[in-house]
């Protein structure tokens, strides 16, 4: 190598070296909040608004008032100017899907997402997760969508309304009377929900992966059953005399555990092996914990189980396919069936003259909760009394003994830490009138909640 080439060489080591101490050396102020302008090479408009929108959800988690504040204006105003809110604008809906997805891989449903926008935030924050899923699912063919994910895209009402992505902030500030800082702190704090969610488990396929066949017995034997069980359910649910309600679910519950056993025993001939599944269900305010009890002793009634996972609003049961379906349709109207008698019976004014309204049904939908639980353990257990007692016992028992162990050891691996929510009852007249809703059996004392 000559001279002048050496030299050259040097010459360019040196450039560098200055360049990285002046990056170094680079403090932020006022005036140059990203320390952009000791950088040799500025990073482009669309890098800043990252950076920003990245700043800005992280202060939002830290509680550091003064930088989101900060951050919220530069976003508000655009880095550059007009060119530079459009920029933002970009990055804004960038960020929200990149996060929706991300929320996906987590465990986490369409319909799941929007419902904790709304209940860590308003309304408005639920309107705005359910754009970004319908933004997000624009990715995917609906063949490699599950049929539930499907369900809840259609009862979300999930549509990509507004005409251009770039146009979509500014649009949706006007949707909702919204100034253009309003749109920025709402979006800042769904991303932060998005990015703070923890894993959950998940539950069925991802959007834009191959769906796996389900092991079901014959659609006509579920289709039968199902139509009997509604149609069972759909007295209990007309009838105004408490004693025909309880006939006819237990009813219900009766043809449930038949069918049970029925799946267990067509799947076991087949050779096939299904597993258990985890499903979540929504349970929403008022009277969380009595709602939850109930959804419980269903799940427990049809070979499940359940755990209340209470920030969030939603218990995950497990159990097989079929099981979970029965649990679900038998929880459905026998909340239908509780709210009524709940709301037609009249809480009293205590001595002090204070409304007792909220704790007569706390109380109420607790002795409901227990008292159905006994119902159906009774129609279950009579039910395989009857079975056991049969001339098939002896292949009948070894396969839903199988089935319990699968569900309880895919339960305690999902779960393998909980703790234990009590129910209060302080309402006397609540707990008898829930018991009276049907009958006067003696309860006996069921186990608390079991919540993560």
Same mark, same amino acid.
């Given at each position: 190598?000559?001279?002048?080439?050496?030299?050259?060489?040097?010459a360019?080591?040196?450039?560098?070296?200055?360049?990285?101490?002046r990056?170094a050396?680079?403090?932020? $102020?006022?005036?140059?909040?990203?320390?952009? =302008? !000791?950088?040799?090479?500025?990073?482009?408009?669309?890098?800043?608004?990252?950076?920003?929108?990245?700043?800005?959800v992280?202060?939002?988690?830290?509680?550091?008032t003064?930088?989101?504040?900060?951050?919220?204006?530069?976003?508000?105003?655009?880095?550059?100017?007009?060119? !530079?809110?459009?920029?933002?604008? +970009?990055?804004?809906?960038?960020?929200?899907?990149?996060?929706?997805?991300?929320? %996906?891989?987590?465990? %986490?449903?369409?319909?799941?997402?929007?419902?904790?926008?709304?209940r860590?935030y308003?309304?408005?924050? !639920? +309107?705005l997760m359910?754009?970004?899923?319908?933004?997000?699912?624009?990715?995917?063919?609906?063949?490699?969508?599950?049929?539930r %994910?499907?369900?809840?895209?259609?009862?979300?009402?999930?549509?990509?309304? %507004? /005409?251009?992505?770039?146009?979509?902030? *500014?649009?949706w $500030?006007? @949707?909702?009377?919204?100034? #253009?800082?309003?749109?920025?702190?709402?979006m800042?704090?769904?991303?932060?929900?998005?990015?703070?969610?923890?894993?959950? /488990?998940?539950? $069925?396929?991802m959007?834009?992966?191959?769906?796996?066949?389900?092991v079901?017995?014959?659609?006509?034997?579920?289709?039968?059953?199902?139509d009997?069980? #509604?149609?069972?359910?759909?007295?209990?649910?007309?009838?105004?005399?408490?004693e025909?309600?309880?006939?006819?679910?237990?009813?219900?519950?009766?043809?449930?555990?038949?069918?049970?056993?029925?799946?267990?025993?067509?799947?076991?001939?087949?050779?096939?092996?299904?597993?258990?599944?985890?499903?979540?269900?929504?349970?929403?305010?008022?009277? /969380?914990a009595?709602?939850?009890?109930l959804?419980?002793?269903?799940?427990?009634?049809?070979s499940?189980?359940?755990?209340?996972?209470?920030?969030?609003?939603?218990? *995950?049961?497990?159990? =097989?396919?079929?099981?979970?379906?029965?649990?679900?349709?038998l929880?459905?109207?026998?909340?239908?069936?509780?709210?009524?008698?709940?709301?037609?019976?009249k809480?009293?004014?205590?001595?002090?003259? #204070?409304?007792?309204?909220?704790s007569?049904?706390?109380s =109420?939908?607790?002795?409901?909760?227990? +008292?159905?639980?006994?119902?159906?353990?009774?129609?279950t257990?009579g039910?395989?009394?009857?079975?056991?007692?049969s001339a098939g016992?002896?292949?009948?028992?070894?396969?839903?003994?199988?089935?319990d162990?699968?569900?309880?050891d895919a339960?305690? @691996?999902? =779960?393998?830490?909980?703790?234990?929510?009590?129910?209060?009852?302080?309402?006397?007249?609540?707990?008898?009138? !829930? +018991?009276?809703?049907?009958?006067?059996?003696s309860?006996?004392?069921?186990?608390?909640?079991?919540?993560?």
């Amino acid at each position: 190598m000559g001279k002048n080439s050496r030299e050259r060489h040097k010459a360019k080591r040196k450039a560098a070296e200055a360049a990285q101490r002046r990056r170094a050396a680079g403090k932020s $102020g006022p005036d140059d909040p990203l320390s952009l =302008f !000791g950088v040799p090479h500025v990073p482009s408009q669309r890098r800043i608004a990252e950076q920003i929108i990245d700043q800005a959800v992280h202060a939002q988690h830290r509680d550091e008032t003064a930088e989101l504040d900060r951050c919220r204006a530069l976003l508000t105003t655009g880095p550059g100017g007009a060119t !530079g809110i459009q920029v933002v604008n +970009r990055a804004l809906l960038a960020f929200l899907l990149r996060e929706v997805e991300h929320a %996906w891989q987590r465990g %986490w449903q369409p319909a799941e997402l929007a419902r904790v926008a709304r209940r860590e935030y308003t309304t408005r924050h !639920g +309107r705005l997760m359910v754009d970004a899923i319908a933004a997000q699912m624009r990715s995917y063919s609906t063949a490699t969508v599950d049929r539930r %994910w499907q369900s809840q895209l259609a009862a979300l009402d999930a549509q990509v309304w %507004w /005409e251009h992505d770039d146009h979509y902030v *500014t649009a949706w $500030g006007e @949707r909702q009377a919204l100034d #253009r800082a309003g749109v920025i702190a709402t979006m800042i704090e769904v991303l932060h929900l998005l990015a703070t969610l923890p894993a959950i /488990e998940q539950v $069925g396929p991802m959007p834009g992966t191959a769906m796996s066949a389900a092991v079901v017995p014959p659609d006509d034997l579920d289709q039968r059953m199902i139509d009997r069980v #509604r149609a069972l359910l759909a007295k209990a649910e007309s009838t105004d005399f408490p004693e025909e309600a309880d006939a006819f679910t237990a009813k219900a519950q009766e043809l449930m555990a038949r069918h049970r056993i029925d799946h267990a025993l067509l799947v076991a001939a087949s050779g096939e092996r299904d597993q258990p599944v985890t499903r979540r269900v929504s349970i929403d305010n008022p009277y /969380e914990a009595p709602k939850t009890l109930l959804l419980q002793v269903v799940a427990e009634a049809n070979s499940c189980r359940a755990v209340w996972m209470k920030r969030f609003g939603f218990t *995950t049961i497990v159990g =097989f396919p079929a099981d979970l379906e029965s649990t679900e349709l038998l929880f459905t109207s026998l909340l239908v069936q509780a709210t009524r008698a709940m709301t037609q019976a009249k809480p009293s004014i205590d001595k002090y003259g #204070r409304n007792t309204t909220r704790s007569f049904r706390q109380s =109420f939908l607790t002795a409901y909760a227990s +008292r159905i639980g006994e119902r159906l353990s009774a129609a279950t257990e009579g039910v395989d009394r009857e079975m056991t007692a049969s001339a098939g016992a002896a292949q009948l028992l070894p396969v839903l003994a199988a089935r319990d162990d699968a569900v309880r050891d895919a339960f305690e @691996r999902q =779960f393998p830490d909980l703790t234990e929510h009590a129910t209060a009852i302080n309402n006397r007249e609540g707990w008898a009138s !829930g +018991r009276a809703a049907a009958d006067r059996a003696s309860l006996h004392r069921r186990q608390p909640v079991a919540h993560e």
